[in-house]
């Protein structure tokens, strides 16, 4: 009987030996496993890092996004996407080429700029504007001359300011003394528009009334200057001590909105040119510059 209970408990024994035998078998054959695979998988990298290091890009930025700074970030651009990068003519715009241009045909007879009686007559010069005076301090006559900003044409009848790319300290100072002389402007046909408000908005009537109308607002306008000057001064902008804009109470309501921007061909002019690089001589010049200016830019 002790012989027997004996052979039994042997027998656990090697079953519970061979059984931790085979544990350990599996833990050394998942061990090996990962470890293969690591090295597979640090060889693909390696193979990855070689091909990508043996890898010359070509192209770093596309040559059309690199001549934006150059050219704007619209003129031109549709020109260069149409050349270079139609799928990018496409993205940008939503529609191919060709159906931008069918529909640039379609709609052009209704949208193109026309000419009106007042172009004219500033082209013509017959507008009546008094004749050429030389500026404050100078000796050489200046015409006489309407402030608009991109939207309108460079002529010697009609200044904007430089464009906001690459300006010179010059161009900075043209650019703030029209702004400024423009500001009058403002002020000139915001405080109109808020003593009569019908100004704001559309004056459904015929043309021969809308004349009368906006030629009595005017005649009341100057009336009311010149008796009660002080209630002007309230109203339009002023300046502080160090020069800075005092917005006048005529911001504080409604106000005239812009008309719709053109997008035709402003082509300039060399006479426009010249008298606007003109100007600006004058402005950086001792006889045409105020103290504060450099502080303005």
């Given amino acids: 009987m002790v012989y027997v209970v004996s052979s039994i408990v042997y027998i656990f024994m090697e079953i519970e030996q061979l059984q931790m035998w085979a544990r350990w078998l599996e833990l050394q054959r998942d061990r090996a496993i990962a470890v293969l695979e690591l090295e597979q998988e640090e060889e693909a990298e390696g193979r990855r890092h070689r091909r990508r290091r043996q890898m010359r890009r070509k192209i770093w930025m596309k040559q059309w996004l690199a001549r934006r700074p150059l050219y704007g970030h619209y003129e031109q651009l549709l020109q260069e996407l149409n050349r270079e990068d139609p799928k990018g003519y496409k993205n940008f715009l939503r529609v191919d080429a060709d159906m931008f241009g069918e529909l640039v045909d379609r709609i052009s007879p209704r949208i193109q700029k026309k000419n009106t009686n007042f172009r004219t007559m500033l082209e013509e010069n017959n507008l009546g504007l008094p004749d050429p005076d030389p500026l404050p301090g100078d000796d050489m006559n200046t015409p006489y001359f309407l402030i608009g900003d991109d939207a309108f044409p460079l002529r010697t009848w009609m200044m904007k300011p430089y464009s906001r790319r690459n300006l010179t300290n010059e161009e900075r100072i043209f650019n703030y003394r029209l702004s400024r002389a423009r500001r009058v402007v403002e002020n000139a046909f915001g405080l ?106």
């Fill in 192 to 297: 109109l528009a808020m003593r009569f408000q019908c100004l704001l908005g559309c004056l459904n009537q015929m043309p021969e009334t809308v004349d009368l109308i906006i030629l009595a607002c005017v005649t009341l306008h100057n009336l009311i200057s010149i008796r009660y000057p002080a209630i002007a001064r309230l109203a339009v902008d002023q300046e502080d001590e160090h020069n800075q804009l005092v917005p006048g109470e005529w911001r504080q309501g409604r106000q005239l909105a812009d008309g719709d921007r053109t997008h035709g061909r402003n082509v300039v002019t060399s006479a426009g040119v010249s008298q606007r690089n003109y100007i600006k001589h004058y402005f950086n010049s001792r006889a045409g510059s105020v103290e504060w200016q450099q502080n303005m830019i």
